[in-house]
């Protein structure tokens, strides 16, 4: 398909679309003064100035709580119904093409056996408009995981700011090309408008993936005084969980009385000293240090070795929200070496 | 959309996080704290290795992993019924200890790994040899369903040994079964911590006091020929494989069942995490060889 062009006006029309078509239209939009994804119906409501938005979008993919089943005391006992998910089609505009590539990683663990159809029933009717990135800041380091504002790996629709306040398109994905092709009217034919610089995020020159990855797999370092020095200062917040586009893991809660409730899936932490409690009192992994080492293992370890696939895209976010600036960068230095 | 009310389900559930319904047949009481829950199958073929797990529940107040206590193959119960031993230690397990006779218990399953007595998995190879089965605490109940299944196919093993430990007599999980697995052709050796708590009726306790890996030394085992299997408390297992060494049994020869927190029972809360591994899936059960790679297993 060749390439198409979007004026940034004709996104007003292309909400209507969506939204007439009974889909969601999900874009960065300011919200106490934070730039997070958040559902719009005009675009006057989208903001373009942004390095990324707060949170991740995996929220729309994978929610916060999901209910998964209700449940209501009857005349004889317990009744309790499944939920089937029946997602609408939703829009994913202003993705930054780091977190586009984290989808493939949420499904990886969605359906490695089991399959999570409120995962995959989710992301099957997602669409992801990634616009390559133009600035940056400090906490971006895509280009040291492998990934650069040029990658369209996960991306439906790659989009890239042009000078005339329009963007060129480019259909990834075959979701991609009949998202393009239903909401034809919206866009126009290429006609050579020139595209803005994008922007390139040094390399930190201390990290070397294969270094840290190799490290992880002797299972020596877990003796090393490395992990328990690097991040003593973790309070545990889990912040750094809930904003990462990878992070997974969640809890099954029966919310409501004992009449009457939904049980939910909602994200949890392994940050968290409850996450591995047994209900011995037993813990497995009893300090801080250990849940930190977990999810660094889980980034640059797990994910590559069971799932080929990436763990961290270096979308900065974990670094940006951690309240005692514990930057992952940093960790993932030392264990270079 | 699935709907069940107290009839089980005739056709399979569309979600692995959605429990069926099995009425509850007989409710023992086992000790003060743990009773034993008989569940009706209902007509559902539910097939099982020991050592794998339900997830069981109750709406309203959650679910939780409980090992199942009963024997397959030759030994499963003929009407597809099953048991789960159940401690009382929070909300959900006090809760499901005021359910009677007649009443519904919610569960999923049976998930993970368990030890594949017949099958052709990795931890197959327990045919033919001797097993010792070292259970501490509540470590006797999938370990029940492991020595059922095994006596139910009692001459295709070689000689049967358990030792087996509880804090205090109070707390001697099966008693009375093991004097039955006994004539079925099992040694049996019982140890408790303390002899007398309190005023226990058993005050006048004659049998062996210490930990269970007091006993492992005093034993005649022939290293080439057995296969250990633990399950117990965490603390447990360092010192009952060191005990296990020191008899020169291989490491591919020993066999645990790890606990882990669990929530979604099908590898993908991330609670049950070791390492790469999900113990729900691909453990609970592990040959000690297989945790060369998982330092904070044990």
């Known amino acids: ?337 | 959309m699935n709907s069940y009310g107290n009839t089980m389900p005739k056709s399979g559930s569309s979600s692995s996080y959605l429990p069926v319904p099995l009425l509850i047949e007989r409710v023992a009481r086992l000790t003060e704290k743990e009773r034993l829950f008989k569940l009706s199958a209902n007509g559902r073929a539910f097939t099982f290795d020991p050592g794998q797990f339900f997830m069981a529940g109750l709406p309203g107040y959650g679910e939780a992993p409980f090992s199942i206590a009963s024997g397959s193959g030759k030994a499963a119960e003929a009407d597809g019924s099953f048991e789960l031993c159940i401690k009382a230690v929070g909300n959900l397990t006090n809760a499901i200890h005021r359910l009677k006779k007649g009443d519904t218990l919610w569960v999923r399953g049976p998930f993970g790994r368990g030890f594949d007595v017949n099958g052709s998995s990795p931890l197959r190879g327990m045919k033919g040899r001797d097993i010792l089965f070292i259970a501490g605490g509540i470590g006797i109940v999938p370990m029940r369903g492991l020595i059922k299944t095994i006596l139910g196919d009692r001459e295709s093993f070689g000689a049967l040994t358990l030792v087996y430990g509880f804090k205090d007599p109070e707390g001697i999980l099966f008693a009375g079964e093991m004097e039955d697995w006994k004539a079925s052709g099992m040694a049996a050796l019982l140890t408790v911590d303390k002899p007398a708590p309190g005023l226990s009726p058993l005050k006048g306790w004659k049998g062996h006091v210490g930990v269970v890996t007091t006993v492992i030394p005093g034993l005649e085992i022939n290293p080439s020929k057995t296969v250990a299997v633990i399950i117990g408390p965490p603390v447990m297992y360092r010192f009952a494989i060191k005990s296990l060494w020191d008899k020169n049994i291989a490491r591919d020869d020993i066999y645990l069942s790890l606990e882990r927190r669990m929530k979604c029972g099908v590898g993908k809360c991330g609670h049950c995490q070791i390492g790469g591994i999900y113990a729900c899936q691909e453990g609970p059960v592990f040959k000690l060889s297989e945790l060369k790679d998982m330092p904070d297993a044990l």
């Open chain 1, 1 to 337: 398909m060749a390439d198409k062009y979007l004026k940034k006006e004709a996104l007003e029309k292309l909400i209507a679309a969506v939204s007439s078509s009974g889909g969601c239209f999900i874009a960065p939009t300011t919200d106490a003064r934070q730039v997070v994804f958040k559902s719009v119906e005009k675009a006057a409501d989208i903001t373009h100035d942004y390095v990324l938005a707060r949170n991740s979008y995996k929220e729309f993919v994978f929610p916060q709580t999901e209910v998964v089943a209700t449940f209501a005391v009857r005349q004889h006992g317990i009744g309790l119904t499944g939920k089937e998910v029946a997602p609408k089609e939703t829009v994913i505009f202003g993705a930054r093409p780091c977190e586009a590539a984290s989808l493939s990683s949420l499904r990886a663990v969605f359906t490695w056996d089991f399959i999570d159809e409120f995962y995959t029933k989710r992301e099957d009717r997602t669409i992801v408009m990634t616009v390559a990135c133009t600035t940056g800041d400090e906490a971006c380091f895509c280009t040291t995981v492998g990934l650069s504002p040029e990658s369209t790996a996960g991306s439906d629709v790659y989009l890239k700011e042009t000078a005339d306040n329009g963007y060129l398109v480019q259909a990834i994905s075959e979701k991609g090309k009949a998202f393009v092709e239903k909401y034809a009217a919206v866009f126009e034919e290429q006609a050579g408008a020139k595209t803005k610089k994008l922007f390139m995020p040094e390399k930190i020159k201390g990290i070397d993936l294969a270094k840290i990855t190799g490290r992880l797999k002797n299972t020596g370092h877990y003796d090393e005084p490395v992990w328990a020095e690097l991040t003593r200062k973790c309070i545990g917040c889990g912040a750094c969980t809930y904003v990462c586009p990878t992070c997974h893991c969640f809890d099954m809660v029966d919310e409501g009385t004992a009449y009457e409730g939904e049980r939910r899936k909602n994200w949890d932490s392994c940050q968290y000293d409850s996450f591995t409690l047994h209900a011995s009192g037993h813990n497995p992994r009893d300090t801080q240090f250990k849940r930190w080492r977990n999810r660094f293992m889980c980034k640059f370890s797990i994910y590559p070795d069971k799932f080929a696939s990436k763990g961290c895209v270096g979308c900065g976010r974990c670094v940006r929200v951690c309240p005692v600036r514990l930057d992952i960068t940093e960790v993932m230095e030392e264990l270079s070496k």
